[in-house]
């Protein structure tokens, strides 16, 4: 407030004969603003509340702020810098971003093609039983009441079919576009990770060595172009798909950026390698071996049905061209065979089963050779912390942690007792 102090000086009038009276009054006023107080809220009535409440709400949400009413600016512009690790870098993080968008394009590519492919295994699956089943009518047809231009059209639709299946059966759409599947798949969970590294602000050296290595290991596993670099579709053997990099020289387990806890063993016991390497055995005696055998199974199916389809075509063709009653009876049934055997092998795409059998075996083996590598590791300082990692893969196999132990007891049981476990390590597939 303004205090307005007014002091009046009356000077006395002098009369004078050949002047009037005057008198004359002077004012003056002097404006005088204090000093403003500073507001503080220590000062305020309600200032304790006020603090207990936001030492409290800190407190809940895993802050601790020594003095969080009397912050300064520069301090919370401070604390809301991005803050790297001294092992980390800009040329380091740079690198990162760059493998981060070579991974987003690798996932909407691998998106494209396999939409692609299925599509291609739905048009070519209606054309070849399209013109198969107009054939085999054809052939019927002039089973009964002889025509030369239903035995030619019969005969160049049979052809075409023959053709057509083959190509099928040697690029398998179905297993195609499964495979671009896992891969894009496997493309986001590896995006997943980049943004994870970047988002903790602690990447490494070895840690973009490590992601570029993913990447190759992914591209050579899951090939885009058809023309010498296809997966092979009938090998000799069943063999689980492989998209990692060696475990052993280049494992998720040894990053530098890992926490180690108070104890010496970083988390781990005894108790715990022994319950690692119990699963371990199981996802390889029962879970991968089952995933392998299945496989097999399916492989040869899968390959006497590539066989079998294109071969009654060839049958109904050369039954179209001889001609004769005999033969366009032969044709039309040879005709209806294929047309059953191909909507099966490719209706039922058994070529994408035989692929899914061998990204879940490749899963198995996956999760095997991790836990082996890191059980093996005798520096626990490069180990991922026990607890960690024993959740890790329970959360991997579908299970909560007693259940994992449970079965990691019944393993160790049954390898004492000479026996086999009942159930298999994962619950999801």
């Known amino acids: 407030m303004a205090a307005l102090q007014a002091s009046s000086l009356l000077i006395p009038s002098h009369s004078s004969s050949s002047t009037g009276c005057s008198s004359k009054r002077v004012i003056t006023a002097s404006i005088q603003v204090p000093k403003p107080s500073i507001l503080s809220l220590a000062d ?54 760059a493998i981060l968008e070579a991974v987003e394009d690798r996932v909407e590519m691998h998106d494209n093609i396999g939409e692609q492919r299925d599509n291609w295994n739905k048009l070519l699956l209606n054309s070849v039983s399209m013109m198969t089943l107009t054939a085999t009518t054809m052939a019927a047809m002039a089973a009964a009441a002889p025509a030369p231009s239903l035995r030619v059209c019969s005969a160049l639709l049979f052809t075409a079919a023959t053709g057509m299946s083959l190509v099928m059966s040697k690029i398998q759409p179905s297993q195609l576009a499964e495979e671009q599947r896992n891969a894009s798949r496997l493309f986001k969970q590896l995006r997943s990770e980049i943004k994870s590294m970047l988002a903790l602000q602690s990447p490494t050296k070895s ?51 890992k926490t180690v806890t108070i104890t010496e063993r970083n988390g781990w016991s005894d108790e715990l390698e022994l319950e690692m390497r119990a699963i371990a055995q199981v996802l390889k005696s029962k879970d991968k071996q089952d995933y392998s055998r299945l496989g097999n199974l399916a492989l040869k199916l899968n390959k006497t049905l590539a066989v079998l389809g294109p071969l009654l075509t060839s049958i109904a063709v050369a039954g179209s061209a001889f001609g004769g009653s005999t033969a366009m009876t032969v044709a039309a049934i040879a005709g209806a065979m294929a047309a059953t055997v191909n909507g099966f092998e490719h209706g039922a795409q058994v ?28 520096d626990f300082n490069k180990r991922e912390n026990g607890k960690m990692f024993e959740m890790k893969v329970a959360v991997k196999l579908g299970r909560s942690l007693s259940q994992l132990r449970d079965l990691a007891r019944k393993s160790v049981a049954s390898c004492i007792k000479g026996t086999e476990v009942d159930e298999y390590g994962s619950k999801l597939f």
């Open 207 to 257: 840690d973009v060595k490590e992601t570029m290595e993913k990447v190759l290991a992914l591209d050579r596993a899951y090939p885009l172009p058809l023309l010498g670099a296809m997966i092979e579709k009938f090998p000799a053997k069943f063999e689980p798909a492989a998209w990692w990099p060696s475990v052993s020289n280049n494992s998720s387990h040894s990053r530098g950026r």
């Open 351 to 378: 070529g994408m089963v035989v692929e899914m059998y061998r990204n879940n075996a490749g899963f198995f083996e996956l999760m095997e050779e991790t836990i082996q590598a890191t059980v093996e590791e005798r």
């Open 44 to 97: 305020h009535p309600g200032a304790a509340i006020a603090k207990k409440l936001v030492e409290e709400l800190n407190t809940r949400n895993g802050y601790a702020f020594a003095e969080p009413l009397q912050m300064e600016v520069a301090q919370k512009d401070k604390v809301l810098e991005p803050r790297l690790s001294p092992t980390s870098s800009i040329e380091t993080i740079t690198k990162l971003y």
